[in-house]
């Protein structure tokens, strides 16, 4: 008996004892009748070659650990960001546990969001009394501002008509008569959850422009995206508006609903773009987007108003800052302060500093479309080389897009892109041409095991990790961040490969 | 300020009547079933359950997808599951429950991988066979030595009219028999993940004992063998609880699910008892394994000291002397630890209160082990629940206890503001809301990371676990100290 009082041993440890390695070999000889050790590490080491990539990237039906979820989680992400509203999914329930499930193990935060909880009788009927019901329940008992609609694949696949059932729960009394209602239709089977993300948006913006009238102000618009790093992000955004006397809104602003103090109150909404905002955000001249693949549909609407629009690719490092604050300069007229131009030039000291460490380096990386271009751009401003760059909700003109940016640098000309492929097709790339680092979220972790790549988490979603979406990953300061990450791991590397005493000892260097 | 127990009913029914105010009155009607007052001698706790949920206001509760994939087949080790339909459902659930195994992934073990038909608009509107069976062809060729596979139906399946069972049919005759399960568990059907356990436990009867003659025929029984049923492997448990078995001088044949592999499955009806852990997602299997094989089966309780020991004698007396003998032995072997563990746990957490809300056998299971801890339990409630769960409840709890079935967000937000107990024990959804009012907390399916809970080794572990949530110095702090 190995279990102690004084030092209590959980799975960590305790499985490591002699009793249960014993049991474990006993079982699997005895009961489980696997396959022999040797026919395991001979397929295992096929796995490992070229032979096998080539039949891994000739699958045309099977997905094998995608990095990508579907459109309503985007749509819950997209509604949260609003006052006081509450997410509704019409379709079946497990849904919604599970999107509440996936952002509460990222943000480490509560994910308040209802179901019209269909069953049987809904799919043979339609779901028209689910929605009477279900919005009359979320009106009365979680008092939203707004209740934004969205839909399963369930409902979608039956066809239910949101117009149609709201109108009717509306006239039913359900919610009062000038109640908003936004909604979205965000079928799992298009798209992902960036997509989700683009239609919840485009479905509460035009909740409030349509039909209005625009009177054009100075005020700009603002779209984060789908992002992992919503929190800091946002709030970093926030920032640098302030100091660049820019009037702008946020649209969709969860950055304080997925970060609530805990001071004895359970605050199920918390601030987020107003409803009075959100209407007046017609007038504004432009809208800028952070991401322009979770916005297409959004910023062509938007464009359609009259206002400007422009759509950046999740930018990250000096360049793609610079970019960014000219562009609001340049649309509101208001100047770079020094402040950030200060910022800037501790960005730049930084990697003068660090790049050293960064340069040559070979990186293979893997996330939403609009992360990779902005990491990718980044990556060859450090002087490293991306040399895989893989998005499963990524499409054709992504990845001429980012072919194009490759082209762009020295540093990119080695890279393949990989649209619409998964993690296990990363895994063949990862044994048969290795790189240095793999940026990705934390299912990334079973590559770093196969493949011995260590692993960066830039992404989403990170489960494994801690507190990392309060940190920026925008702005030069938010790039900063993003720099140190990379050379944290890098460091650690370098640690963990020198240090065998009368093996390695040389270079387990305390200066670095 | 301690209530008596007339005075705690009066306060629950209260509570019960102002959380029910906040409802439409159709609603507060349904919702009024689903929630009671324990009164001791009842035969049950008074509530309803699985029944529908009410929409808009915010279950707890998953789907029968959930139930089959995410609990039953999902850990079965050597077989690789197909989350069938979009690509969400495999998304959300992948590797989320800590049903730890042993084995090389990838290659002969697949648990923490995600294979999904990731359904596109053509594959709705043309129907996903085609797809399903050249699925099938890139598994077998890719991942050459898994042992079978499972068609986890999610909810357009059902919609669109596939015949997932004629294509796993076909493909296993191709394959030269392997076992291809398809399972019916698309997310609508039921009321929660109660049915897609049914639906999971069926599909074992039907495509992997119906369907296979002896294919161990090797395999040389005892009289001492058993399985283990309902146990997930959540943090190790399963391995925890083997431990015990195998101590005793029982032989454990097979797991089920966690850890298992599809032969162990297939060996179960040579067992001479089937133990049962989780009777709310494999009471079906068992019961089939009694009618059809004549194997009995046994629940048994392995949270905390004296349920653990109830439950080895329980199982003993199924069997000769040498296992009366050797699970005295075992209860006696433990004897100091356990003792040691009380001694040091217990003076931090007596009379401590807990409120519960869990699924499958926990929202009553884990009682006598708080208790063991001289804490008590004030209030619980099943997310999928059956009367046979509520009736077995009444085993457990006392007189006076808040029972809530199928809670609603704002049914459990209330009753934990009013009861203020000690500890909330819950999921995931319900962990951050309960810490943010400063409430202490653990989740009680995924054991928040930490376990194993079952077993001897387990009981040290939950009231280590207990301890450092409830005596958390940060509970302190949530009081800003110039604001009175």
Not at chain 1, 205 to 213: A, L, N, R, Y
Not at chain 1, 221 to 229: A, V
Not at chain 1, 335 to 348: D, F, N, Q
Not at chain 2, 302 to 325: M, T, V
């Given at each position: 008996?190995?279990?102690?009082?004084?030092?209590?041993?959980?799975h960590?440890?305790l499985?490591?004892?002699?009793?249960?390695?014993?049991?474990?070999?006993?079982?699997?000889?005895?009961?489980?009748?696997?396959?022999?050790?040797q026919?395991?590490?001979?397929i295992?080491?096929?796995?490992k070659?070229?032979?096998?990539?080539?039949?891994?990237?000739?699958?045309?039906?099977?997905?094998?650990?995608?990095?990508?979820?579907?459109?309503?989680?985007?749509?819950?992400?997209?509604?949260?960001?609003?006052e006081?509203?509450m997410?509704?999914?019409?379709?079946?329930?497990?849904?919604?546990?599970?999107?509440?499930?996936?952002?509460?193990?990222?943000?480490?935060?509560?994910?308040s969001?209802?179901?019209?909880?269909m069953?049987?009788?809904?799919?043979?009927?339609?779901?028209?009394?689910?929605?009477?019901?279900?919005?009359?329940?979320?009106?009365?008992?979680?008092?939203?501002?707004?209740?934004?609609?969205?839909?399963?694949?369930?409902?979608?696949?039956?066809?239910?008509?949101?117009?149609?059932?709201?109108?009717?729960?509306?006239?039913?009394?359900?919610?009062?008569?000038?109640?908003?209602?936004?909604?979205?239709?965000?079928?799992?089977?298009?798209?992902?959850?960036?997509?989700?993300?683009?239609?919840?948006?485009?479905?509460?913006?035009?909740?409030?422009?349509?039909?209005?009238?625009?009177?054009?102000?100075?005020?700009?618009?603002f779209?984060?995206?789908?992002?992992?790093?919503?929190?800091?992000?946002?709030?970093?955004?926030?920032?640098?508006f302030a100091?660049?006397?820019?009037?702008?809104?946020?649209?969709?602003?969860?950055?304080?609903?997925?970060?609530?103090?805990?001071?004895?109150?359970?605050?199920?909404?918390?601030g987020g773009?107003?409803?009075?905002?959100?209407?007046?955000a017609l007038?504004?001249?432009?809208?800028?987007?952070?991401?322009?693949?979770?916005?297409?549909?959004?910023?062509?609407?938007?464009?359609?108003?009259?206002?400007e629009?422009?759509?950046?690719?999740?930018?990250?490092?000096?360049?793609?800052?610079?970019?960014?604050?000219m562009?609001?300069?340049?649309?509101?007229?208001?100047?770079?302060?020094?402040?950030?131009?200060?910022?800037?030039?501790?960005?730049?000291?930084?990697?003068?500093?660090?790049?050293?460490?960064?340069?040559g380096?070979?990186?293979?990386?893997?996330?939403?479309p609009?992360?990779?271009?902005?990491?990718?751009?980044?990556?060859?401003?450090?002087?490293?080389?991306?040399?895989?760059?893989?998005s499963?909700?990524?499409?054709?003109?992504?990845?001429?897009?980012?072919k194009?940016?490759?082209?762009s640098?020295?540093?990119?000309?080695?890279?393949?892109?990989?649209?619409?492929?998964?993690?296990?097709?990363?895994r063949?790339?990862?044994?048969?041409?290795?790189?240095?680092?793999?940026?990705?979220?934390t299912?990334?972790?079973?590559?770093e095991?196969?493949?011995?790549?260590?692993?960066?988490?830039?992404?989403?979603?990170?489960?494994?990790?801690?507190?990392?979406h309060?940190?920026?990953?925008?702005?030069?300061q938010?790039s900063?961040?993003?720099?140190v990450?990379i050379?944290?791991?890098?460091?650690?590397?370098?640690?963990?490969?020198?240090?065998?005493?009368?093996?390695?000892?040389?270079?387990?260097?305390?200066?670095? | 300020?301690?209530?008596?127990?007339?005075?705690?009913?009066?306060?629950?029914?209260?509570?019960?009547?102002?959380?029910?105010?906040?409802?439409?009155?159709?609603t507060?009607?349904?919702?009024?079933?689903?929630l009671?007052?324990y009164?001791?001698?009842?035969?049950?706790?008074?509530?309803?359950?699985?029944?529908?949920s009410?929409?808009?206001?915010?279950?707890?509760?998953?789907?029968?997808?959930?139930?089959?994939?995410?609990?039953?087949?999902?850990?079965?080790?050597?077989?690789?599951?197909?989350?069938?339909?979009?690509?969400?459902?495999?998304?959300?659930?992948?590797?989320?429950?800590?049903?730890?195994?042993?084995?090389?992934?990838?290659?002969?073990?697949?648990?923490?991988?995600?294979?999904?038909?990731?359904?596109?608009?053509?594959?709705?509107?043309?129907?996903?066979d085609k797809?399903?069976?050249?699925?099938?062809?890139?598994?077998?060729?890719?991942?050459?030595?898994?042992?079978?596979?499972?068609?986890?139906?999610?909810?357009?399946?059902g919609?669109?009219?596939?015949?997932?069972?004629?294509?796993?049919k076909?493909?296993?005759?191709?394959?030269?028999?392997?076992?291809?399960?398809?399972?019916?568990?698309?997310?609508?059907?039921?009321?929660?993940?109660?049915?897609?356990?049914?639906?999971?436990?069926?599909?074992?009867?039907?495509?992997?004992?119906?369907?296979?003659?002896?294919?161990?025929p090797?395999f040389?029984?005892?009289?001492?063998?058993?399985?283990?049923?309902?146990?997930?492997?959540?943090g190790?448990?399963?391995?925890?609880?083997?431990?015990?078995?195998?101590e005793?001088?029982?032989?454990?044949?097979?797991?089920?699910s966690?850890?298992?592999?599809?032969?162990?499955?297939?060996?179960?009806?040579?067992?001479?008892?089937?133990?049962?852990?989780?009777y709310?997602?494999?009471?079906?299997?068992?019961?089939?394994?009694?009618?059809?094989?004549?194997?009995?089966?046994?629940?048994?309780?392995?949270?905390?000291?004296?349920?653990?020991?109830?439950?080895?004698?329980?199982?003993?007396?199924?069997?000769?002397?040498?296992?009366?003998e050797?699970?005295?032995?075992?209860?006696?072997?433990?004897?100091?630890?356990?003792?040691?563990?009380?001694?040091?746990?217990?003076?931090?957490?007596?009379?401590?209160?807990?409120?519960?809300?869990?699924?499958?056998?926990?929202?009553?299971?884990?009682?006598?082990?708080?208790?063991d801890?001289?804490?008590n339990?004030?209030?619980?409630?099943?997310?999928?629940?059956?009367?046979?769960?509520?009736?077995?409840?009444?085993?457990?709890v006392?007189?006076?206890?808040?029972?809530y079935?199928?809670?609603?967000?704002y049914?459990?937000?209330?009753?934990?503001?009013?009861?203020?107990?000690?500890l909330?024990?819950?999921?995931?959804?319900?962990?951050?809301?309960?810490?943010?009012?400063?409430?202490?907390?653990?989740?009680?399916?995924?054991w928040?990371?930490?376990?194993?809970?079952?077993?001897?080794?387990?009981?040290?572990?939950?009231?280590?676990?207990?301890?450092?949530?409830?005596?958390?110095?940060?509970?302190?702090?949530?009081?800003?100290?110039?604001?009175?």
């Amino acid at each position: 008996m190995s279990q102690n009082t004084s030092n209590v041993l959980d799975h960590f440890n305790l499985f490591r004892e002699p009793e249960y390695t014993e049991l474990f070999e006993n079982k699997r000889k005895n009961f489980e009748f696997a396959h022999p050790d040797q026919k395991i590490a001979e397929i295992r080491d096929w796995t490992k070659t070229w032979e096998y990539r080539e039949k891994n990237f000739g699958r045309e039906a099977l997905t094998v650990n995608p990095a990508k979820a579907c459109q309503p989680l985007g749509a819950v992400f997209a509604a949260i960001g609003f006052e006081s509203t509450m997410p509704f999914v019409h379709g079946s329930q497990g849904c919604v546990a599970y999107y509440r499930s996936h952002f509460s193990r990222h943000f480490k935060e509560p994910t308040s969001c209802v179901s019209s909880s269909m069953t049987e009788d809904a799919a043979v009927f339609g779901g028209l009394n689910n929605m009477i019901d279900g919005l009359a329940n979320t009106y009365a008992m979680y008092k939203p501002k707004m209740i934004a609609v969205s839909t399963t694949c369930m409902a979608e696949v039956i066809g239910d008509d949101l117009n149609g059932f709201i109108s009717t729960a509306r006239e039913k009394g359900s919610v009062p008569a000038d109640f908003d209602v936004p909604y979205a239709h965000t079928p799992a089977f298009v798209g992902s959850h960036v997509t989700g993300y683009d239609n919840a948006l485009k479905g509460i913006v035009s909740h409030f422009w349509e039909g209005k009238e625009r009177t054009p102000n100075e005020k700009i618009n603002f779209i984060g995206g789908f992002d992992g790093y919503t929190v800091g992000n946002l709030r970093e955004i926030k920032r640098i508006f302030a100091l660049m006397g820019v009037d702008a809104t946020i649209l969709a602003d969860n950055s304080d609903v997925l970060d609530t103090p805990a001071d004895g109150e359970f605050r199920m909404y918390d601030g987020g773009t107003t409803l009075e905002d959100a209407k007046l955000a017609l007038n504004a001249k432009a809208t800028i987007s952070m991401q322009q693949y979770c916005t297409e549909k959004t910023l062509a609407y938007i464009a359609g108003t009259g206002q400007e629009t422009v759509a950046l690719n999740h930018p990250v490092g000096v360049a793609a800052t610079d970019k960014f604050l000219m562009e609001v300069s340049r649309v509101t007229g208001k100047a770079i302060p020094t402040e950030l131009e200060k910022e800037r030039g501790r960005l730049v000291d930084a990697i003068a500093d660090s790049s050293a460490h960064i340069h040559g380096k070979k990186f293979a990386l893997y996330g939403d479309p609009d992360l990779m271009l902005g990491l990718a751009a980044f990556l060859m401003e450090l002087g490293a080389e991306p040399t895989h760059i893989l998005s499963t909700n990524g499409g054709k003109e992504w990845e001429e897009q980012v072919k194009a940016l490759l082209a762009s640098s020295p540093f990119g000309k080695d890279c393949h892109v990989y649209a619409g492929k998964d993690l296990w097709h990363m895994r063949s790339l990862l044994f048969t041409e290795p790189v240095d680092f793999l940026i990705g979220n934390t299912y990334g972790k079973y590559l770093e095991r196969d493949t011995g790549t260590p692993l960066i988490r830039i992404g989403f979603p990170i489960f494994d990790r801690h507190h990392k979406h309060r940190y920026p990953v925008w702005g030069y300061q938010g790039s900063m961040n993003a720099l140190v990450t990379i050379l944290d791991k890098i460091f650690d590397e370098m640690d963990k490969n020198t240090n065998i005493p009368s093996k390695t000892d040389y270079s387990f260097d305390i200066i670095r | 300020m301690s209530l008596t127990v007339e005075q705690t009913k009066a306060r629950n029914q209260e509570l019960i009547k102002e959380v029910l105010e906040v409802y439409p009155e159709k609603t507060a009607k349904r919702r009024a079933k689903h929630l009671g007052v324990y009164e001791e001698e009842k035969p049950d706790c008074t509530v309803k359950s699985n029944i529908k949920s009410i929409p808009g206001v915010m279950t707890i509760r998953g789907c029968a997808y959930a139930g089959s994939k995410g609990v039953v087949w999902g850990p079965i080790k050597d077989m690789i599951h197909i989350s069938h339909g979009p690509v969400g459902c495999g998304q959300y659930s992948w590797a989320a429950r800590r049903n730890y195994y042993i084995g090389t992934t990838g290659i002969d073990s697949f648990v923490t991988m995600q294979f999904t038909s990731d359904f596109q608009e053509k594959d709705i509107v043309f129907g996903g066979d085609k797809k399903l069976e050249k699925i099938m062809d890139e598994i077998e060729d890719l991942f050459p030595l898994n042992k079978g596979i499972t068609v986890q139906s999610e909810c357009p399946i059902g919609l669109i009219g596939d015949d997932i069972e004629a294509v796993s049919k076909k493909k296993s005759k191709e394959f030269g028999g392997k076992t291809i399960v398809p399972v019916r568990c698309e997310g609508f059907r039921g009321v929660s993940q109660s049915l897609g356990h049914h639906i999971a436990n069926d599909a074992v009867r039907d495509f992997v004992f119906d369907k296979s003659e002896d294919k161990h025929p090797e395999f040389v029984s005892t009289p001492y063998d058993v399985a283990i049923i309902g146990d997930y492997n959540i943090g190790g448990d399963a391995w925890a609880s083997r431990i015990l078995l195998e101590e005793m001088g029982l032989r454990v044949i097979a797991q089920w699910s966690g850890d298992g592999s599809i032969a162990e499955l297939e060996n179960t009806p040579k067992a001479k008892l089937n133990v049962l852990h989780c009777y709310r997602s494999m009471n079906y299997i068992s019961r089939h394994m009694e009618e059809k094989y004549g194997i009995p089966w046994v629940e048994y309780n392995f949270f905390g000291p004296s349920k653990i020991e109830a439950s080895l004698r329980e199982i003993a007396s199924h069997f000769d002397d040498k296992i009366k003998e050797g699970a005295e032995k075992v209860i006696a072997k433990y004897k100091a630890l356990m003792q040691g563990v009380i001694d040091k746990y217990k003076p931090r957490l007596e009379g401590k209160t807990v409120m519960l809300f869990v699924g499958g056998l926990r929202p009553r299971h884990v009682i006598g082990a708080y208790e063991d801890l001289g804490m008590n339990v004030v209030g619980t409630g099943y997310e999928f629940g059956h009367n046979d769960d509520y009736q077995r409840t009444t085993h457990y709890v006392k007189d006076g206890t808040l029972i809530y079935d199928d809670v609603t967000g704002y049914e459990f937000e209330k009753f934990v503001e009013k009861v203020q107990p000690d500890l909330v024990g819950s999921g995931i959804k319900e962990k951050y809301v309960f810490q943010k009012m400063g409430v202490p907390f653990r989740q009680m399916h995924s054991w928040d990371y930490s376990g194993p809970y079952h077993g001897y080794d387990g009981f040290a572990i939950f009231a280590r676990d207990m301890d450092m949530a409830i005596n958390n110095p940060v509970w302190g702090l949530t009081k800003t100290p110039w604001k009175k």
